[in-house]
């Protein structure tokens, strides 16, 4: 429940932001202003709507599991492209360059834990970048797996962390002038996991990260 109360964080925020500015700002801003700001927390409510719908539904269908996932046929270049979307949301200034083959074909999965496995680490790299870096996402097949990767020009990880960077609550020493739980990478890592995946990352210090995931694909939805 920890790792999942991580998933409210982010909408919360963007929801905070957009009601104060509207309040301050009533007087001069623009109504075009205003009706992206209303959408924007419209979206983000949605978000929370539907996910904590589909949270309670799996508590009361096993209270004391672990994070387990509901399978369903979905399209992943779909879901990537909605986790960019949602990445949008927190910083609609920001290039998100996607090269996304819409060739990928269904997947048996969950398409909630995996838009919020890409959610995550577009907004980290968005996050611990400078503001006029694009962050650029990749996708394509590789055999039998599906691999994303996410590449930033930001902070990077320092070499002697890498390891220790998808442990829960464990944060680079380089990331501490930004706010965070340390929780996001963790509950990506689990859920790649929980697809049969994982997660990998290249870095360097001061010069950016690459995040890859690799899914393997199961193209016969008998399994579902």
């Known amino acids: 429940m920890s790792l999942l109360a991580h998933q409210f964080i982010g909408p919360l925020a963007v929801i905070d932001s957009s009601a104060q500015r509207l309040a301050r ?32 539904g799996r508590i009361e269908d096993g209270m004391g599991q672990s ?8 399209d992943l270049s779909t879901v990537l492209l909605k986790a960019c979307d949602h990445a949008r949301c927190f910083q609609p200034n920001r290039l998100f360059l996607t090269e996304v ?25 968005a996050k611990y970048s400078p503001a006029r870096s694009p962050v650029i996402v ?11 990767q996410v590449i930033d020009s930001g902070i990077g990880v320092p070499r002697d962390e890498q390891e220790r960077i998808f442990q829960p609550f464990y944060r680079a020493s380089n990331a501490h002038r930004q706010q965070g ?44």
């Open 25 to 56: 700002l009533s007087e001069k801003i623009s109504t075009a202003e205003i009706e992206r700001r209303s959408l924007q927390i419209r979206a983000m409510t949605d978000e929370l709507t539907n996910l904590a719908r589909s949270l309670l």
């Open 67 to 74: 994070l387990r996932m509901e399978k369903e046929s979905c």
């Open 101 to 125: 083959n819409s060739d990928m074909g269904l997947f048996s999965g969950d398409p909630l834990l995996l838009e919020q496995l890409f959610s995550i680490l577009l907004c980290n790299a």
């Open 138 to 148: 990749k996708a394509g097949m590789d055999g039998g797996a599906a691999v994303v």
């Open 181 to 224: 739980t340390g929780i996001g990478l963790a509950l990506a890592c689990q859920i790649a996991r929980l697809h049969g995946g994982g997660i990998s990352l290249q870095s360097e210090e001061g010069r950016g990260s690459t995040f890859t995931v690799r899914l393997p694909v199961r193209p016969d939805s008998t399994d579902l």
